[in-house]
């Protein structure tokens, strides 16, 4: 047979409606995944059940419905139009899928849509620049784990990170760039980071080093010194010491620097979601000006840009090429 691939992307996922029980289901999947809590599970799913789960769900509710829109969650939204944005690009002869690690669209299903069409090489793209096992580790254990239920095994190619691909970072200067284009002046650059227990990287996540490698190259960029930018990790959760510095901290050291104005980009995250919208855009602002800062900007995530779907494109096409040969 000749070969039929199909490009998957992927992200984390997103609560399928805006109510108690969704949430806590949607929460319940994701903290249950032993790739992104690893604690002994007797005592963590005591823990879940009794405490996190019956007074994290409201609090979370809250938090989505101050960012829900009409058409439902940012992040399934923002990643339906990069679906559909690099199927146009790509062209209707290459089917281009979307997964989502919790919640729908869901592995299972997709998988067996693709397969059941005829697809025989995957092209896997989890939408998380940074490499780390609760994200693109935990993407392809799961997907490893469905598809021990078929005879016939599609080829996988899987990219696991593009921290320090070109397009990557030309994407995010570019989108800085226009930010400041758009405005009277060139603020302060804070890069915020989604956080990771400190014990995860002690353990050989590559995550944190893959963080300072972009960190780096996107001020190279933007031709920034050193007192021009900061580097921070945010969404912290429990008693664990998480990666730092800390984006609160860092916030709060730069207004006692006398740094009154910020622009803030989260270059983790390819899609804006609750941790972009409402932790930075709402919780970190509020927080900043608080402190007395006086002026907080978010720069959008990648998103849907042209710039990104470009990025996507570069990454799958040397994998496109071997089933050409």
């Given at each position: 047979?000749?070969?039929?691939?199909?490009?998957?992307?992927?992200?984390?996922?997103?609560?399928?409606?805006?109510?108690?029980?969704?949430?806590?289901?949607?929460?319940?999947?994701?903290?249950?995944?032993?790739?992104?809590?690893?604690?002994?599970?007797?005592?963590?799913?005591?823990?879940?059940?009794?405490?996190?789960?019956?007074?994290?769900?409201?609090?979370?509710?809250?938090?989505?419905?101050?960012?829900?829109?009409?058409?439902?969650?940012?992040?399934?939204?923002?990643?339906?139009?990069?679906?559909?944005?690099?199927?146009?690009?790509?062209?209707?002869?290459?089917?281009?899928?979307?997964?989502?690690?919790?919640?729908?669209?869901?592995?299972?299903?997709?998988?067996?849509?693709?397969?059941?069409?005829?697809?025989?090489?995957?092209?896997?793209?989890?939408?998380?620049?940074?490499n780390s096992a609760t994200t693109s580790a935990t993407t392809f254990?799961?997907?490893?784990?469905?598809?021990?239920?078929?005879?016939?095994?599609?080829?996988?190619?899987?990219?696991?990170?593009?921290?320090?691909?070109?397009?990557?970072?030309?994407?995010?200067?570019?989108?800085?760039?226009?930010?400041?284009?758009?405005?009277?002046?060139?603020?302060?650059?804070?890069?915020?980071?989604?956080?990771?227990?400190?014990?995860?990287?002690?353990?050989?996540?590559?995550?944190?080093?893959?963080?300072?490698?972009?960190?780096?190259?996107?001020?190279?960029?933007?031709?920034?010194?050193?007192?021009?930018?900061?580097?921070?990790?945010?969404?912290?959760?429990?008693?664990?010491?998480?990666?730092?510095?800390?984006?609160?901290?860092?916030?709060?050291?730069?207004?006692?620097?006398?740094?009154?104005?910020?622009?803030?980009?989260?270059?983790?995250?390819?899609?804006?979601?609750?941790?972009?919208?409402?932790?930075?855009?709402n919780e970190y602002r509020e927080f900043?000006?608080?402190?007395?800062?006086?002026?907080?900007?978010?720069?959008?995530?990648?998103?849907?840009?042209?710039?990104?779907?470009?990025?996507?494109?570069?990454?799958?096409?040397?994998?496109?090429?071997?089933?050409?040969?």
């Amino acid at each position: 047979m000749p070969d039929k691939t199909a490009i998957l992307l992927t992200n984390l996922g997103t609560p399928d409606r805006l109510s108690k029980s969704s949430i806590k289901r949607f929460l319940k999947q994701f903290l249950s995944d032993p790739w992104v809590v690893e604690l002994p599970r007797l005592p963590w799913w005591i823990l879940l059940n009794c405490i996190i789960l019956p007074f994290r769900s409201p609090k979370t509710l809250k938090a989505y419905t101050r960012i829900w829109g009409e058409q439902g969650s940012p992040l399934l939204v923002i990643a339906k139009q990069q679906q559909a944005a690099l199927q146009q690009q790509l062209g209707s002869d290459l089917p281009v899928a979307l997964a989502m690690r919790y919640g729908n669209p869901d592995f299972e299903t997709v998988i067996d849509e693709l397969l059941g069409s005829g697809v025989n090489h995957l092209v896997v793209l989890p939408l998380y620049p940074q490499n780390s096992a609760t994200t693109s580790a935990t993407t392809f254990h799961y997907l490893a784990k469905i598809l021990t239920r078929y005879r016939a095994l599609p080829s996988i190619s899987f990219i696991d990170n593009y921290h320090d691909h070109p397009a990557y970072i030309e994407a995010l200067a570019e989108s800085v760039t226009e930010h400041w284009e758009g405005s009277d002046t060139r603020n302060h650059l804070l890069m915020s980071f989604h956080g990771l227990p400190q014990v995860n990287v002690d353990k050989g996540d590559p995550y944190y080093a893959q963080c300072l490698v972009s960190a780096n190259l996107l001020a190279d960029a933007l031709g920034l010194g050193k007192s021009d930018w900061s580097l921070s990790f945010q969404s912290r959760f429990g008693r664990q010491v998480w990666l730092k510095p800390y984006t609160s901290d860092v916030l709060n050291q730069l207004v006692r620097d006398g740094i009154k104005a910020v622009d803030v980009i989260c270059p983790g995250f390819s899609a804006d979601c609750l941790e972009t919208l409402d932790e930075i855009q709402n919780e970190y602002r509020e927080f900043f000006l608080a402190q007395g800062g006086e002026s907080f900007h978010y720069i959008p995530a990648l998103n849907a840009r042209a710039r990104h779907i470009s990025m996507m494109q570069a990454l799958v096409t040397p994998y496109l090429a071997v089933t050409e040969q």
